[in-house]
């Protein structure tokens, strides 16, 4: 019964913590340039991260190797340094836009002055981390997210053409700019498969000390997680698509995105949209800052973990301090978060090879996995899906200049 | 005799101490002379220098950064699993010791111990 509970929670936590800025801007935009037509990518996305979630949760849990550990490995001091700097470049990025968020969500709930705001959000994710224990962490953000459920029901309220739904997840391209619509792609593919995800779910499977008989919540956490978060992305696109997309609207700042649930359902939508959106954008700061301590401890060999007291992992806790420090001052120039969220989903497509392919050979090594080595459908997906992100990582940047930035 | 490829096994593997904390990666080997047939392991090599031998990156990275070669004797080496485990703690190796730099910094907040 305990088991059957703990998988229910960590669903619940899954889905919560599925959405961040990333997947809220491209969803949003992407719903309101083209309609329903490019959910069938939110698919694709979706199954990457469930893919490679899975196997670096597996990897993890069984052979102790959490993302950087096997990057070092597998690539070699070198290019696994190469690896380490891209990812810490974007995880600041991405840290700097969420922080952003978070402020945007404070700003439009209480009303105060921008950068106020913007120092409230970095002494509160500051104090979190340092404060609360990793589990709560997890599951109080992962919940509270819950509340971006409001667009489902907004979704469905604003009465969308269901046949024209259910059409936009059969891929075609029926649009005269080929180029803002690659972009597109791009980035509702980096948007659901942001690499912090991925480092932060290897090194949360053994900061709760996972054992192989947990096996089964982590695939029930990847797998049924992740898809009910990846629906709340298609909601937000069908969301968009519905009310957006047919008065020509461009949405340009968070606070279009919780217009779409206040429409249908009134000031009660609003508000729910925006305390979900402070808590999916909250953890995800939490998430990323997180993430980079690991990254740099796990390349180093510096002890680290949040269950481990800060005077047992100083290099870690640093670590994760520098990385705040720096996010905050990033957002606190003034620079637009919605531009730097852009900015961090493409360039994180073009760094995600790197990270996908050590994870993909040490799930193949049985020396470390014993009987726990990738199945044949798990290669299956994990190579096909390394394709795919191969190409996209090769066309996100030509798209990027091409398309203006999505601008046309 | 177990067969082990030691660019894959060894090289770049976590440093766990006897008391279970993490201490260091393993940067490089100390294979003796490789005249001798066939070659050992006679140290594992520990420490911001020794990224020298480690390519053009890892030259670069050498030189950017301080530090010593802590030199850790085969024979100190427990068990060689995920993690490479060695027999003493990491204070007595001379390993780790830029945790020990920092946590003066750390201790000096509220709560960090």
Redesign the interface.
């Known amino acids: 019964m305990k088991r059957i509970f703990d998988i229910a929670l960590g669903i619940l936590a899954a889905i919560g913590g599925f959405v961040d800025i990333g997947d809220i801007v491209f969803n949003v935009a992407a719903g309101a340039m083209f309609e329903y037509q490019l959910l069938w990518v939110v698919v694709i996305g979706v199954g990457a991260i469930i893919t490679y979630s899975e196997m670096c949760g597996r990897v993890a849990v069984v052979s102790q190797h959490a993302v950087f550990d096997a990057v070092r490995e597998r690539l070699g001091f070198g290019v696994g340094l190469v690896a380490l700097v891209g990812a810490q470049l974007i995880n600041l990025l991405t840290l700097a836009a969420e922080i952003g968020g978070i402020a945007v969500a404070l700003q439009l709930l209480a009303g105060l002055p921008y950068r106020v705001l913007l120092f409230l959000a970095f002494i509160a994710v500051a104090v979190v981390v340092w404060a609360l224990p990793f589990g709560w962490i997890e599951r109080v953000f992962g919940y509270c997210g819950l509340a971006m459920l409001v667009f489902a029901v907004a979704a469905i309220k604003l009465h969308p053409d269901w046949s024209q739904v259910a059409s936009g997840f059969i891929p075609s391209a029926n649009t005269s700019d080929p180029a803002v619509y690659g972009y597109f792609v791009v980035g509702l593919i980096g948007a659901a498969t942001v690499p912090y995800e991925v480092y932060f779910y290897s090194s949360g499977a053994i900061e709760e000390g996972w054992k192989p008989k947990d096996l089964s919540v982590n695939q029930s956490n990847a797998i049924i997680g992740y898809t009910l978060g990846g629906l709340l992305s298609c909601s937000l696109m069908i969301m968009a698509g519905a009310l957006f997309f047919p008065r020509e609207i461009t949405p340009e700042t968070l606070g279009t995105a919780a217009l779409g649930a206040q429409v249908p359902l009134g000031e009660i939508g609003l508000l729910l949209a925006l305390v979900g959106i402070l808590f999916a954008v909250g953890g995800a700061a939490i998430d990323t800052v997180f993430s980079g301590a690991y990254n740099m401890a796990q390349f180093f060999g510096w002890e680290w973990g949040k269950h481990r007291k800060p005077v047992e992992a100083p290099r870690y806790t640093i670590a994760w301090m520098v990385m705040l420090v720096l996010g905050f001052l990033i957002v606190f120039t003034g620079v637009d978060p919605i531009k730097v969220t852009e900015f961090s989903v493409i360039f994180s497509v073009v760094a995600l090879p790197l990270t996908y392919l050590p994870i993909l050979l040490v799930a193949n090594d049985r020396t470390y996995m014993r009987r726990y080595v990738n199945g044949r459908l798990a290669n299956l997906f994990g190579i096909g899906y390394l394709v795919v992100i191969l190409l996209v990582a090769v066309a996100a940047i030509p798209l990027m200049f091409l398309s203006n930035m999505g601008q046309g | 005799m177990t067969e082990i490829d030691l660019g894959?096994?060894l090289?770049?593997?976590?440093?766990i101490d006897s008391e279970d904390?993490?201490?260091?990666?393993v940067?490089d080997l100390d294979l003796g002379s490789l005249r001798e047939d066939p070659p050992t392991v006679q140290a594992i090599l520990?420490g911001t220098p020794a990224?020298r031998n480690?390519?053009?990156?890892?030259r670069l990275?050498a030189s950017l950064g301080g530090g010593r070669i802590v030199r850790i004797p085969w024979e100190d080496v427990e068990s060689v699993e995920?993690?490479v485990h060695l027999k003493k703690a990491a204070h007595e190796l001379g390993l780790?010791r830029?945790?020990d730099r920092?946590?003066r910094?750390?201790?000096w907040?509220p709560?960090?111990?």
């Not at chain 2, 090289?11 to 440093?15: A, R, T, Y």
């Open positions: 894959l096994s090289l770049d593997h976590q440093l904390l993490r201490c260091g990666k940067d520990a990224w480690r390519g053009r990156i890892g990275a995920s993690a780790a830029g945790e920092v946590r910094f750390v201790a907040i709560g960090a111990k």
